[in-house]
């Protein structure tokens, strides 16, 4: 009967420990977080530590102005990536909005803000 019961706890804690494993995490970011960039283009990587759904994601690009623009994806065959580009950067900060769908069916999202010098 404790063999049984080993064995039950042992399932439920490998299948607890797959869940938590499948959200999808940022393993790198360009631009990382608060770092400070020069120029009005910048070419945005977000890089996941598991599968995404890169056609059901989405990017934001808040400006400085509070005003948000959507960031098309522009490879949505990437199976663990988010590219895209933003353009008409002015100095000041910056927060991207990033949303993907994990491999669980769970929807994740964050946050990275930046700047852009002079």
Known sequence: MRLIGFFCVLSLALGLNEGAQAHAIVV???PRADESVQGDEL????????RIDAARSRLQLFKIDGGAVALPVLDAESLDRLKAKATGLKPGAYRLHWQTLSPDGHITQGDIPFAVGR
């Open 28 to 30: 790198f970011s360009s």
């Open 43 to 50: 070419p945005v990587e977000i890089r996941f530590n598991s």
